[in-house]
């Protein structure tokens, strides 16, 4: 055998080496590649023994599940995994909305403006929810919403409790238009305007786990999850999915199950059979779209994961102003209209008010404070210095109800504010601002409006997965007692309109989810457990908890009393 002689390890040939890698590192300085990634411990414990000395830097911990989330590195990871403290670790996997506008969403001239009447949408009345509103509204009932936040000085906006962004550096105000759109789908007001949700009175729990473009992370998600249980939420509505599979995500559903959450899904828009998660987990309730006419949506996902369809095609439901590119703003003052834009963010409508000039608006001085007299009113603030959101939070501290801006440079400027106002904010040119200021010294009253869609039609599964949510928010309105989610998801199963094969199918799931049928259902279920269980002993905690009204331990003629009164 011939062995070749390497080129001599000389002392040269060797620093040489050293100072051509020492360079190498200097003009490419190599990082390794840090990706998110989710490590789960055995237990709570082990997890709080590490934060205590934290090894690596944690970006969120959960109470959900015995976790945590950080950017690491391979040899973090690899390292992480021969830890025997932690059970697994596995990528932050993405996660997406799963529904958007329609091709002509935003043209139909009868939902642009704010009209004197309210319409059902065809979803709404095809899951028979307007059959069921004289016995209920979803009145009591807490629905997670885990979406793109929502549109908080929408006119037609739900009944919101309580709202929070586990997005970084986002806040819960939709500037993405899905959540605004699903959450109208649940529970949008039933009022004199625009379009009514199937639970209207449901209480709203706003959690923004994907941000402006519709996207986000399972690790995201959790803490929504895990948020909304601890804010007792009893249905989590999820119109968010992702092809692959997060044992985390897993354990945190099963969680939320176990503590008394049903969890409803949008099943994917793919047309494809590949289980889409959160989904298809088997604590989740995977939902299909279809079309007006109950058929498969095109595009929804089937398989035999899907567990029931509802309404996903040309939805109509609201949307924030901002996402309408053609909406039109408008500043007039001297009875002449000035070129102006919305600001992202602004509150739709008109206000009409004296003009105040607010300097910059950042309160540093008098000149650059609100005057009193800007409450009822509209304020001109100038750009520059501090953030437009900062400006408008400014007045709207000293009671403005509309706000105009002007440039600080040449010409118009589009501007966005980091979160919603309810005022109605336009931006004008620097020229217009200059004469603006010089009028409003001496007085001068003016009109602020932004005109546009507040309602859209959206397709996706994204659509039919709140159909379904608000139909769950009924039956656990509508219950004559301590109702568990598996019991709701039995009774919406089992009273679904069958659709397809005949029985439960891969395209339909158990069919069309149907409130009207559930409600008569959930009577019947209640019925027959008094006729079942009539004067015997309540011996263990169960569905007489909630139907024992004089707490005598057994359902008698005085509970069937308290029943027939509410039936
Ligand atoms: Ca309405
Ligand atoms: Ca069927």
């Known amino acids: 055998m011939t062995k070749y002689p390497g080129p001599a390890l000389t002392r040269t040939n060797i620093l040489l080496t050293v100072l051509f890698t020492v360079l190498l590192l200097i003009v490419w300085p190599v990082k390794a590649q840090a990706d998110d990634y989710i490590v789960v411990y055995r237990s709570h414990l082990q997890k709080q023994n590490m934060l205590n000395r934290p090894t690596f830097p944690v970006s969120r911990s959960f109470t959900i599940i015995p976790a945590v989330t950080a950017q690491l590195d391979a040899n973090q990871v690899k390292q992480l995994r021969a830890n025997p403290d932690v059970e697994y670790v596995e990528p932050d996997y993405k996660i997406y909305a799963l529904g958007g506008p329609d091709s002509n969403a935003y043209s139909s001239s009868g939902i642009n403006a704010l009209s004197s009447s309210q319409t059902i949408p065809y979803g709404i009345t095809m899951v028979n929810a307007p059959a069921v509103w004289p016995r209920t509204m979803g009145a009591g009932v807490r629905v997670a919403l885990m979406d793109t936040g929502i549109s908080m000085y929408h006119p037609d906006r739900g009944n919101v409790v309580d709202s929070v962004s586990f997005v970084t550096g986002e806040a819960v105000e939709d500037f993405a238009g899905h959540g605004t759109h699903t959450s109208g789908t649940i529970a949008a007001a039933d009022n004199d305007i625009g379009v009514v949700g199937v639970a209207p009175q449901a209480d709203l729990l706003i959690a923004k786990v994907l941000d402006n473009t519709g996207s986000g992370q399972d690790s995201w998600l959790i803490s929504g999850i895990e948020w909304a249980v601890n804010n007792n939420a009893k249905v989590i509505s ?7 599979y997060s044992a985390a995500l897993d354990t945190a559903c099963s969680n939320a199950l176990a503590t008394g959450t049903l969890l409803v899904a949008a099943a994917g828009n793919d047309n494809v059979s590949t289980p889409s998660y959160p989904a298809a987990l088997s604590s989740v309730i995977s939902v299909s779209a279809i079309d007006q006419n109950k058929n498969k949506a095109s595009f929804s996902n089937y398989g035999s994961t899907i567990a029931i369809a509802a309404p996903g095609v040309s939805v ?42 607010c300097g910059l608006a950042d309160g540093s001085d008098q000149d650059n404070t609100c005057p009193d007299n800007v409450a009822g009113n509209i304020a001109h603030i100038r750009r520059g210095i501090t953030t437009f959101a900062a400006k408008v939070a400014h007045a709207q501290s000293k009671g403005a109800i509309g706000a105009i801006i002007s440039n600080n440079a040449h010409g118009n400027f589009n501007g966005t504010l980091g979160d919603g106002t309810p005022l109605v904010v336009v931006s004008i ?21 932004v005109d546009g869609a507040l309602y859209a039609y959206y397709s996706g599964t994204s659509m039919a997965c709140p159909h379904v949510a608000g139909v769950a928010a009924l039956i656990f309105s509508a219950a004559h007692y301590n109702i568990t989610p598996s019991e709701v998801s039995n009774i919406l199963f089992d009273s679904a309109q069958d659709l397809g094969s005949p029985g439960r199918d891969d395209i339909f799931g158990h069919g069309l989810a149907d409130a009207y049928a559930a409600l008569t259902l959930e009577k019947i279920n209640i019925l027959t457990a008094f006729a079942d269980n009539w004067l015997q002993p309540c011996s263990s905690p169960g569905w007489c908890d909630g139907m024992d009204t004089n707490q005598s331990g057994s359902v008698d003629f005085v509970d069937f009393a308290a029943l027939a009164q509410n039936w």
Request: aromatic residues 2%; contains cysteine.
């Open 429 to 449: 040119s620097k020229a217009d601002g200059d004469a603006l200021q010089t009028l409003a010294q001496s007085g001068i009253s003016g009109t602020v409006s």
């Open 238 to 244: 999820m119109s968010i999915g992702g092809y692959n």
């Open 316 to 357: 109509d439901s609201t949307v924030p102003i901002s996402t309408d590119t053609s909406a039109v703003a408008d500043a007039v003052w001297s009875s002449t209209s000035h070129q102006s834009n919305l600001v992202t963010g602004t509150a739709p409508g008109s206000v009409t008010g004296q003009i105040c000039n």
